[in-house]
């Protein structure tokens, strides 16, 4: 499939243009990255991908490569809006933690000092669906236990294939007809999958979007439209897409039974998307685009702040950026992401050489199901964002093949 290559988008890409050589990167190298994307759509891995590439806060690094939707020839660019599904997480975090400067939350709280349906929640001992068993756990799952994964909550069994996973399948939990506080009320009724402070990936920061509510007093979408997304200019950063948008909506795709690029109809049309939808899903149902989130990034790698607008004071990004759980409770974070630590809504790199990436320590970094991906290296002050839509988001290896490149054309590192 031919691709289209876009020129470097100056202002209009989410920040200012800077000359790459200037800041440390080869030119000749970065086109290697042109080379790659194009591979990837001619040979039929991504209908369009889109990656952007920022050091020291200038717009070194922005292509985009073949189409965001192909029946309709719509090509992929920086403002094409994509599902980044789990990358909500990081921002669902980032508002919660505004509430914690403000007094109105605090990290060391009990989950139920704001939602009352967690008291009872148990954690699962055995038993099938029907009737699990469960015991009290020792000490309460708490607001830290959320942003970072460790609260005992689990995902559907798309995800989780024990029991536990089986009932959030038979309870819908994650309908988009269901409001916040349906889905806290649905999840406290399942059992945790272990005591907390154990990794599990799971709906933690779901829960978080609905205590923001309650901390807040205000819906969620209308929280973060107030107090980051109208702040940091991000205007195509929404839960639903209204009409007059759907034009630059990209469609979602898979391998199909022939090998060749398929639409994924199953949650792939408008879903949790539609304008009448009431699931807003904190830990996986925003939309954007990679100009948008590339703004997000670079207001956590200058320490909360982005022209004028501070969101989050340094102390409180160290704090994000620091890791949080201990090896042995790591669980399958050590499977997916190797030499990474959990920090508050990103996943910290503890060890470069475990990861098999290059990278610094300390980078912070998470991705979406639909093979999105961003990363942020304070030592090198790069921030880059990945924009697909293909699932499994396992399935190529773009965001190895993507940082791979962009380290390749750094040419002056540690300025």
């Known amino acids: 499939m031919a691709g289209l290559l876009a020129?470097?988008?100056?202002?209009?890409?989410?920040?200012?243009?800077?000359?790459?050589?200037?800041?440390g990167f080869s030119p000749d190298r970065l086109a290697r990255i042109d080379d790659a994307m194009q591979r990837w759509v001619d040979d039929g891995k991504l209908a369009g991908v889109t990656i952007a590439v920022a050091r020291d806060g200038k717009l070194v690094y922005d292509r985009s490569v073949g189409m965001a939707?192909?029946?309709?020839?719509?090509?992929?660019?920086?403002?094409?809006?994509?599902?980044?599904?789990?990358?909500?997480?990081?921002?669902?975090?980032?508002a919660a933690l505004i509430l914690v400067e403000e007094g109105k939350l605090r990290l060391t709280d009990p989950v139920s000092s704001y939602l009352p349906e967690f008291a009872g929640t148990g954690i699962y001992v055995d038993g099938g669906p029907d009737t699990p068993n469960t015991r009290p756990p020792k000490s309460p799952p708490r607001i830290f236990h959320l942003m970072t994964h460790t609260s005992g909550l689990s995902y559907p069994g798309g995800y989780d294939t024990t029991a536990v996973g089986t009932i959030y399948d038979r309870k819908d939990v994650f309908n988009p007809r269901n409001t916040l506080a349906e889905l806290s009320k649905k999840t406290?009724?399942?059992?945790?999958?272990?005591?907390?402070?154990?990794?599990?990936?799971?709906?933690?920061?779901?829960?978080?979007g609905r205590v923001i509510e309650v901390a807040s007093g205000k819906p969620l979408d209308k929280f973060l439209r107030e107090r980051l997304f109208a702040p940091l200019k991000m205007n195509d950063t929404m839960f639903t897409v209204p009409a007059s948008l759907r034009g630059r909506f990209a469609e979602l795709y898979t391998s199909g039974p022939d090998g060749k690029l398929a639409v994924l109809r199953d949650g792939a049309g408008l879903g949790l998307y539609e304008t009448d939808a009431r699931l807003l899903s904190g830990g996986g149902g925003l939309v954007s685009t990679t100009y948008d989130y590339l703004r997000f990034c670079q207001m956590m790698l200058n320490g909360g702040e982005l022209d004028g607008a501070r969101i989050l004071v340094p102390k409180t990004v160290q704090l994000m950026t620091t890791g949080q759980v201990s090896p042995d409770r790591r669980g399958t974070l050590k499977d997916f992401s190797p030499g990474y630590d959990m920090g508050l809504g990103f996943g910290v790199l503890e060890d470069p050489g475990a990861s098999g990436m290059p990278g610094s320590a300390g980078e912070f970094r998470w991705g979406g199901a639909a093979?999105?991906?961003?990363?942020?290296?304070?030592?090198e002050k790069i921030v880059a964002v990945l924009s697909t839509q293909f699932m499994p988001s396992d399935a190529h290896k773009l965001r190895e093949d993507m940082k791979a490149l962009i380290y390749q054309a750094l040419t002056a590192p540690d300025r």
Do not use: C, W
Request: proline fraction near 8%.
């Open 188 to 208: 406290a009724s399942i059992p945790l999958t272990d005591e907390p402070g154990n990794f599990h990936y799971g709906a933690s920061i779901d829960i978080l």
């Open 7 to 23: 020129p470097a988008g100056g202002l209009a890409g989410g920040l200012p243009e800077g000359d790459s050589a200037s800041h």
């Open 371 to 379: 093979s999105t991906e961003f990363f942020i290296d304070p030592q």
């Open 69 to 94: 939707d192909i029946a309709r020839g719509l090509p992929m660019t920086g403002d094409t809006l994509v599902r980044i599904y789990s990358m909500t997480k990081a921002v669902t975090v980032v």
